[in-house]
């Protein structure tokens, strides 16, 4: 089993839909949950962050933790074509810098 | 402003030479790692640092090096380049307890 699981897509919503993205993760002492975007040829770039239970808001963007079924996801409100691009879900445990990435998802907005 | 930068962004080098990439940041963050991306694998982590003169193995450290002598720099060697090697490496850094920031990558092809 992958540490952090992610559907590859890709994932098509049209313009102005909600876009929700899934990641699971297996090791129950993850503490730090990331949200990145990449678009195409460039490096990643973070999007949002969450460590607590429950939702974080940030513009169109929500991240959704619960850590009792072990599962993030990010929400994108208002989907625009500038959001297609790969989002990447990041873990990391407990007094550890270091991240575990998915294989990212593939979303594209469909105008 | 404070960044991030790899050197050089494309190279093109043949088995058996030694190769170094460099990544600098003037963030000033304890923290730095080395990743590889590979279609269907995602990001992986080679070697990470949470400070000068501390150098730790990643997932798939085999056949890379790293040192660090200062905070701004964690340069990576390929001892000996392989065509497995051929990939593109993302250099990230972050303070304690804080996200981690990506370089814009070095495209390394090994011919």
């Not at chain 1, 990641?23 to 503490?31: A, F, K, P």
């Not at chain 1, 409100?77 to 990212?104: H, I, M, W």
Request: proline letters at 4%; a negative charge; glycine letters at 8%.
């Amino acid at each position: 089993q992958k540490e952090v699981e992610q559907n590859s897509g890709p994932l098509s919503v049209p313009e102005g839909a909600i876009a929700s993205l899934n990641c699971t993760y297996s090791d129950r002492g993850s503490q730090s949950f990331f949200w990145y975007r990449q678009y195409s040829g460039k490096s990643p770039e973070l999007i949002m962050f969450i460590y607590s239970n429950g939702d974080k808001e940030d513009g169109r963007f929500t991240a959704q933790l619960n850590k009792a079924s072990q599962y993030v996801s990010l929400l994108i409100r208002d989907s625009q074509p500038s959001d297609s691009a790969t989002y990447l879900c990041a873990v990391n445990l407990f007094g550890n810098e270091k991240l575990t990435f998915g294989t990212g998802t593939r979303l594209t907005i469909i105008p | 402003d404070a960044e991030i930068t790899q050197s050089p962004r494309h190279k093109i080098t043949e088995t058996g030479r030694q190769v170094t990439l460099a990544c600098h940041q003037t963030w000033n963050h304890n923290n730095m790692f080395w990743y590889r991306q590979d279609l269907g694998h995602g990001l992986r982590l080679i070697h990470y640092s949470y400070g000068v003169q501390d150098t730790n193995k990643g997932e798939v450290s085999d056949g890379y090096s790293v040192s660090r002598s200062n905070t701004e720099d964690l340069p990576l060697t390929l001892e000996s380049a392989a065509s497995s090697q051929t990939s593109v490496y993302f250099c990230a850094s972050s303070d304690f307890g804080q996200p981690q920031h990506f370089g814009d990558g070095t495209r390394l092809s090994i011919l």
